[in-house]
């Protein structure tokens, strides 16, 4: 993704953003120091960008959810390893990251001594589909703890606008 776009999405959200605090107690304990928010309706050029996503992300037949979740991590903030829940989003989600880099670690549920980790850079996007979705832990490691390849990532505020599917009904 571009600087142009990057910039775009930020302007657009920042102002909501901006009215919010960081919470420190999320309600199933993975996220601290965070604020979030869902958007449906987004100016003509973000939408554009976020149709390009879900046009890489997702497969033609598949049901995005109407609202787009985005995600403020503050610096010292980060995301504790969980599995989303299928009660919220389907097979696949897909997350633009903005402002910062940060290392988000996947890990086997059933074997946390497996794990690999991915360097997200701003403006990366990252997506996450069926075994990854629901077999493997995701977080972001902490600033302390923020290290691939051997070599310390900075890290700084974090912005991460994720799109997901409808959930499928049991």
Partial sequence: MSLSKEKSLLTEIEPYLSR???????????????????????????????????????????????????????KVGYIKPHVDSVRFCGRTIAGLSLLSPCVMRLALEKDKTKYGDLLLLPRSLYIMRDRSRFEFTHEVLPEDKSIFKGKCVPRDRRISIIQRLIPKQA
């Fill in 20 to 74: 919010l605090r960081y919470e420190h107690n999320h309600w199933d304990n993975a996220i601290h120091a965070y604020k979030e928010t869902e958007r449906k309706h987004w100016n003509e050029f973000n939408k554009n960008t976020l149709n390009r996503v879900k046009s890489v992300a997702f497969e033609s037949t598949e049901i995005p959810l109407p609202y787009v979740h985005v995600l403020d991590i503050e």
